[in-house]
């Protein structure tokens, strides 16, 4: 059985989110959580509430255990881009991309 999770329109780029992603895939549920609250960046603590949320959902809906949890993927997609501008020279404007991600987390039942 899968378990998920998402969070929709995150205000970090996925490239920075996916460097974070790629640590956990293959570990238990357990194991990712506590990797994710040692490491000092702002990705880690937007995937470790994501991470949370998908073990609550099987906790709460199916009656299992964060033991018997691994976390088969993290998904990390493109959201919306914010369009901005900043003033320069001679009167002219450069153009801001503030990037956005969506963030899915997929566990799976480990085999006992």
Request: glycine letters at 4%.
């Amino acid at each position: 059985m899968k378990y998920k999770a998402t969070a929709f329109t995150v205000r970090v780029s996925p490239p920075k989110l996916r460097q974070v992603a790629r640590v956990l895939r293959g570990r238990s549920a357990r194991d990712g959580r506590d990797l994710l609250r040692f490491i000092p960046r702002k990705p880690a603590r937007m995937i470790e509430k994501v991470l949370r949320s998908a073990i609550a959902n099987a906790e709460n809906n199916a009656n299992v255990a964060e033991e018997h949890l691994l976390i088969d993927s993290v998904i990390i997609e493109e959201g919306v881009t914010m369009k901005r501008h900043i003033p320069a020279a001679k009167g002219s404007a450069h153009p801001i991309r503030k990037r956005t991600s969506h963030i899915r987390v997929i566990l799976a039942d480990r085999q006992v």
